[in-house]
């Protein structure tokens, strides 16, 4: 298997576990998972600064699901990943954050995998996001602080703190005036450690956001003082890592990286909108049966993943969704359903462990006390 082949399974194995969950609970929102997914796998894997095994080491780059609405789209990731689980004293406890079980009880009391990301839950949730707007503004107090512990500790040729803040939003978010006035203050202050990717997608649950928010939000940020980026292809990983090393050469404002995909044509040739409420026919699987869905790649598996999971998902040329994800497709991709190991996804292209703890080696590590 090529590696852009591992890419694609592990791109492709966030989308399913995330429409099987959010299918099994019978409500949540696949949208924003399915289309982010790229974007995700590529922050995590190839730039943030983040290791699994010990998910409060304070020199980590901090990730905040602002549409929290979305938070399939990271229980996917810490479960794959195998983010370890740590209590509240920060000890870690020897078992993953997120299990497979928990995402089978996606939404469901006493899972691990709830509806909106919850602080001190779960193991690699930065803050608790529900409210629109709420994620980005205190992705805005991180940036700040970041600047603080920077300022009293570091030494010269000796950073301790240097991490960086990357806060995923949506049109919502951006709707929302405690948004706006906590991205004045980030580009008054210059806060160049601080990313917002914005999922420019120009849908909202209602219908579209013409009916709303037809502002240019890129003119709003460029006056508040941030850099704008353009991503024309949210599937597209190394124009993904590109545009985020560009963010980190940035200097003296943050980022704003406006991300484009096609995905929301592709949801409304699902059910999406049936789940987000109350299925009429709860009973009538859209995933096929029970035991095929939840597939995941195990390291003990002899055989190769089928083909839909290493197929790159593509718009032809008017603009529809061919070849990965239709309703009716789904029937055909799923597969008995087995245990993911969290290590196979390690090996199937997650190098943030390696990435990590190679940074760790050559950076200065000190162990806070309280909160990190």
Known sequence: ??????????????????????????????????????????????????????????????????????????????????????????ETLGRPA????????????????????????????????????????????????????????????????????????????LMEGVGSEAASLAGHLGLDNLCWIYDNNHITIEGSTRLAFTEDVAVRFTGYGWNILYLSDANDIAGIEKALATFRDTKDRPTLDMARHTATILLRRMASRSVLKKSSSPSAPMVGPRTQIFWCPTASANTSPPAWACE???????????????????????????????????????????????IRRASPVVRLRGRS
């Open 98 to 173: 997120v299990t497979l079980d928990d995402i089978r009880r996606f939404r469901q009391l006493g899972s691990h995998a709830p509806g909106h990301p919850e602080y001190h839950l779960v193991s690699g949730v930065e803050t608790t996001s529900g409210p629109l707007g709420q994620g980005i503004a205190t992705s805005v107090g991180m940036a700040i602080a970041q600047r603080w512990l920077a300022a009293r500790y570091n030494k010269p040729d000796f950073s301790i703190f240097d991490y960086d803040i990357f806060a995923v939003c949506g049109d919502g978010c």
């Open 312 to 358: 790159a998902l593509r718009p032809t040329a008017n603009g529809r969704i061919c070849s990965l994800v239709t309703a009716r497709s789904i029937q055909r991709w799923r597969l008995r359903s087995t245990r993911c190991n969290s290590a196979s996804f390690r090996q199937a292209g997650t190098a943030t462990c390696r990435h990590s703890r190679q």
């Open 1 to 90: 298997m090529t590696n852009a082949e591992l890419d694609q399974l592990a791109i492709n194995t966030i989308r399913t576990l995330s429409i099987d969950a959010v299918q099994a609970a019978n409500s949540g929102h696949p949208g924003t998972p399915m289309a982010l997914a790229p974007l995700v796998y590529t922050l995590w894997n190839r730039v943030m600064r983040f290791d699994p095994q010990d998910p409060i080491w304070p020199g980590r780059d901090r990730f905040v699901l602002s549409n929290g609405h979305a938070s399939m789209l990271l229980w996917s990731v810490l479960h794959l990943t195998g983010t370890q689980a740590v209590n509240a004293e920060y």
